[in-house]
């Protein structure tokens, strides 16, 4: 930390520290011997990105860029400005040589320290960035991209939607183009349901998951006020409730679906047609996923899930009330045919308690599964 070690102090221990690497740096990347094919090629690539390592290493020990001008003295001034062209330094490499998957990697973790740091004095910088990691991002690399905009908007919350107003639609547009719940159905291609590939399919819709829950619980929702990311939720709604089918094993049927699902519930039940694909879609997608032969209850993940879908419950009574709990009195008196357990099913329900009403969720599911 910067402490109370005086400003000059600083600024000579940091160059002093800082300089020689970044200018080393500098000069490799200029050599061009990282863009030949020749056998020195992975060797500067290392020494490159083990020096990103090490000045992301060395910020980490900056709590505060504040210090004081002298030994002794009460006015402090701000060195942020000697980190930020290091920044720019770092970003500068990565331009350059962002075909290199270790140093999209290293600088990716610079980054983070960076925003850290900066806070908002980086916002200018991070879509370029994003932009250019997600050129080269494969399906394993696109959700570490992904956390840069998670990051910033935990930190920074409502004032960060301009800044997510930039970058929502290219991130969104390129997880499309990577991948899809496709890429996760069982048996289509004969591959194990928890293949290395299927599970960087499914990390990635997590990543997406992840995002889509930043943004509606840290105060950025506002970002869907741009007319071109109005285009992009109904894309995404069919992505999520795609995902609710999905291998429990796979786990991006809570993150990316049903939690998704009862986010834009909260968000959105406002909008008279989304209504309608909530009580005749994803109600009834809610009663029909658990019924796939890999969704066995009695297993932890499958379980877990139904606390997830027991909370989607309990945001669609909140928001749509009666009105949900016709269809619901037609989904679960098919099944017991009874008034009585039908009664005792809503009147769970309607306590809005959702670990208690996961109960009564499991005990239906269990007849459903046992009446087919």
Known sequence: TTGNVPY?????????????????????????????????????????????????????GFHATSCPVAAGSTERRDVSDVFLNLAQEILQVLEKTVQHQPIREKATTFLHRMIDMLGAKMFPAIPQVLNALLGFAGPGEAPKAMRIPVQVMKK????????????????????????????????????????????????????????????????????FHKPENQALLEPLLKNAMACCVTHPELQCNRVAGFQVLTEFVKVFHGIPDFKKTVLDGIVKLSFEAPMAPHFDIAEARPFQALLDIANLHVAIYQCYGDEFLSVVRGIVQNVTHDENSTNQFLAALQKKEAKSYRDNLKVLFNAMKGAR
């Open 8 to 60: 000059d102090d600083v600024l000579k221990y940091t160059y002093g520290v800082l300089t020689p690497i970044v200018t080393n740096m500098k000069e490799i990347v200029a050599s061009g011997v990282m863009a030949s094919t020749k056998a020195g090629a992975s060797g500067a690539v290392s020494v490159v990105s083990n020096q990103i390592t090490l000045i992301a290493a060395f910020c980490t």
């Open 156 to 223: 920074h919350k409502a004032s960060a939607v301009e800044l997510m107003c930039t970058v929502f639609k290219p991130l969104v547009e390129r997880f499309f183009q990577l991948t899809s719940p496709d890429y996760l159905q069982l048996n289509q291609t004969g591959k194990q349901v928890c293949s290395y590939e299927n599970k960087l399919h499914a990390d990635l819709q997590i990543g997406l998951g992840t995002l889509l829950a930043t943004v509606f619980c840290h105060e950025c929702v506002g970002l």
